[in-house]
Each structure stands twice: as structure tokens, then as C-alpha cells.
């Protein structure tokens, strides 16, 4: 079974903070995307990358950064947190036509 | 631009069959997919149409018309675990980034 693994599930962070989302994928997947949740708006892409080392905006990359060193992993980035970056941030590598997602990361920016 | 709309929210009863509908304007397409999410957890993925016509997969079809924009999700002899959100998604960039354009999703209630 395809795994892909964040680090955390609830995250509390102040504002300002440098906040740091990892994403662990395990079936070798080329491609991998940070989304974000939010109730009525739906999932919606910040970052994608398609190979090591990089990357490519989605659709609300404003205040975020991402780092993909190694084929695994892939790396969300707040660089200086604000409240309105509180939302689920949920993490998906794909390959073909399915797209495998990790358990979420709940942030709440205090 | 680029949209995709489905209904907020639909309840259905046990046993019964529901259908949850997709319509979609976006500027490229290569598939629409169907995911199913339960409150808290990660999406799953549960269909993929790119050419138009119906696919069965157990108690769950997918369906698709390209000259309408249209997708539905058909679900039979609903259970109460298929309480869930069911999220219909467009892959609308055809230069192979496997970008994904997300509904709001369909919250869907069975009821006993």
C-alpha cells in the first residue's frame, strides 16, 4: 500500500513563527503536492513539485515556500505564519490517475 | 476562468441510490476524478473518467460528459458508512503537471 506520512497532525503555532510541514511518500511518486482545506472553498494547490529540486506555484502560493531535497520528501514552508494561514494543510504524491493523500495537518495560528 | 461546482449537501436513506452531480468549466482537460472523504481523514480516491460514457466499480459509477462539462457519482444501495464528502476534481492542465482543480465537495448524509 502507498503511504504517504505527515509529520504531524495538530500544530499550534504563533504568529510570526517559521512553521515546517514535512511529507513523506514511499512508492518512489514523481509528483507531489501541498494543498490546503478550508470549509467552503474546498482543496485548494499551493505548491507542486514534479521532480527533485522542483517546483511550481499553484494557485495560492502567497506566504508560502517549499523545499523538495530528496525524491521522498516535500517540504511546506510558512515563513512567517499568520492567522489566516489556520487551515487543514493536506499533503498528495500521484502517479497516473491517482492521487494518494496523507492524514492532514491541522494549523491553528494563534 | 476555471470552476467546478457540486451541491453543498445531500441526504440520503440506506438502501436507497443517489446520484451527486459535477458540472465544470476549465481550460484543459485530461480526466475528472472522483475522491471520497470522511470527516478528519485524508481523501481517497474512488473513480477517474477521460472519455466520455459510464464506469462501474462495485456500488460506485462515475459518469462523463466532455461536450457538457458534466460528471455525476452514482452510489447504490447506500451504506452508512458512505457518510462522507465526496469530492469531484478536474485535471484541467494537459502539459502532463497532474495539477488537480477541486470542487467544493458534496457532503452526503445516510440516514437510517
Known amino acids: 500500500d502507498v503511504k504517504v506520512t505527515q509529520s504531524s497532525r495538530y500544530l499550534v503555532k504563533r504568529t510570526g513563527e517559521k512553521v515546517f510541514l514535512e511529507c513523506v511518500q514511499d512508492m518512489d511518486h514523481e509528483n507531489m503536492f501541498w494543498y490546503r482545506q478550508d470549509p467552503g472553498l474546498g482543496l485548494r494547490l499551493i505548491y507542486f513539485s514534479y521532480d527533485v529540486k522542483m517546483k511550481e506555484k499553484g494557485d495560492i502560493p502567497e506566504g508560502y515556500s517549499v523545499s523538495r531535497e530528496k525524491k521522498e520528501r516535500f517540504s511546506l514552508i510558512l515563513e512567517s505564519a499568520s492567522t489566516n494561514q489556520t487551515s487543514m494543510y493536506l499533503c498528495?504524491?500521484?502517479?497516473?490517475?491517482?492521487?494518494?493523500f496523507g492524514q492532514g495537518t491541522r494549523l491553528t495560528v494563534v | 476562468g476555471q470552476n467546478i461546482d457540486q451541491p453543498t449537501e445531500m441526504t440520503a436513506t440506506e438502501g436507497a441510490i443517489v446520484q451527486i452531480n459535477c458540472t465544470y468549466q476549465t481550460s484543459g482537460f485530461n480526466g475528472l476524478f472522483w475522491y471520497q472523504q470522511h470527516a478528519g481523514e485524508a481523501p481517497t480516491f474512488l473513480s477517474y473518467n477521460v472519455l466520455d460514457g459510464l464506469e462501474e466499480k462495485g456500488r460506485f459509477s462515475s459518469f462523463l460528459s466532455r461536450s457538457k462539462g458534466y460528471s455525476y457519482l452514482l452510489l447504490k444501495e447506500l451504506q452508512m458508512k458512505d457518510s462522507a464528502s465526496y469530492l469531484c476534481a478536474v485535471e484541467g492542465d494537459t502539459s502532463g503537471t497532474y495539477k488537480y482543480i477541486f470542487g467544493t465537495g458534496t457532503r452526503l448524509k445516510v440516514l437510517a
Open positions: 498528495a504524491s500521484r502517479i497516473d490517475s491517482e492521487a494518494f
